[in-house]
């Protein structure tokens, strides 16, 4: 099956940015569509951006419009997930999923596969 394989997390301070990238090593995830979700700890895990398969569509959680910009590029089979203007409450595990739907969803169901997460921390 598909693996995912996050990159880019790290601490940054607050107002500070990150670039998150999403692999397939072998796979090619331009036939699929990418969601990007994270988990604080103590918390469920909840839908951050995505991006569609059919027609680069994309959605974001309200919390994060105009500071987070997901993309992606065939070429190097990578989908990004640019964060700026970082807030505490931004620090959480951020994972990389895959559907094989034609449309993004910001729920977790209908992905069947997910990367193993990357830290993101943002504190002073």
């Not at 500070?16 to 397939?24: I, V």
């Not at 398969?53 to 910009?69: A, C, P, Q």
């Amino acid at each position: 099956q598909l693996q995912l394989v996050e990159a880019g997390g790290g601490f940054v301070q607050p107002g500070g940015s990150l670039r998150l990238s999403c692999a397939g090593p072998g796979f090619t995830l331009a036939s699929y569509s990418i969601g990007w979700f994270r988990q604080a700890p103590r918390k469920a895990r909840e839908g951050v951006s995505c991006i569609s398969r059919i027609d680069g569509n994309t959605d974001y959680k309200d919390s994060v419009k105009g500071r987070f910009s997901i993309s992606r590029d065939n070429t190097k089979r990578t989908v990004y997930l640019q964060m700026n203007s970082l807030k505490p409450e931004d620090t959480a595990v951020y994972y990389c999923a895959a559907a094989s739907r034609t449309f993004c969803y910001l729920n977790e169901r209908p992905y069947d596969y997910w990367g193993q997460g990357t830290q993101v921390t943002v504190s002073s």
